[in-house]
């Protein structure tokens, strides 16, 4: 890597655009498979519920142990970049989040749809902070050190 290239912010590397778009393509791949096989009872939107709360828990425990291994350098950044915001990213989605509240509340459905949005957005900080949770407790376990 030439010096001009070590001081170009990361979002400007060809390769690292390549990794995270990468990564977005089999997470977009993912959220479309699940999305069909979970079913959304009386038009709920559990499948983008569930979705969206196991990749805040996977995001949360990738970062944390990711952290614990050292600097975001070398594999860890590739790491990062293609599963937590290249797969990830692409895998959990807002915009849904966003859309399917707006469609409940035009069905009329208010208590539903501000059920979705409370389960949303607190069982998302709920499983980010799991997901860090077991992300120490793994690297505790495999290393047999506590921070």
């Known amino acids: 890597m030439t010096k001009t ?30 999305g069909l096989m979970i079913p959304a009872p009386d038009a709920w939107p559990l499948p983008t519920l569930v979705i969206n709360l196991s990749g805040a828990l996977a995001l949360g425990a990738l970062l944390e142990g990711l952290s614990r291994r050292g600097p975001d350098v070398g594999s860890r950044r590739v790491l990062r970049l293609a599963l937590g915001t290249g797969f990830l990213g692409a895998y959990t989605t807002y915009s849904t989040l966003a859309l399917d509240a707006v469609h409940l509340f035009m069905a009329g459905a208010a208590p539903g749809a501000a059920g979705y949005l409370a389960a949303s957005l607190f069982g998302g900080a709920l499983a980010t902070t799991a997901g860090i949770w077991l992300g120490a407790w793994h690297h505790r376990r495999v290393t047999g050190r506590v921070p």
């Not at 912010?9 to 959220?31: D, E, M, N, S, T």
């Open 5 to 34: 290239e070590a001081k170009r912010p990361l979002h400007l590397h060809w390769g690292f655009i390549g990794i995270v778009a990468a990564g977005g393509v089999f997470g977009a791949f993912a959220r479309y498979g699940l």
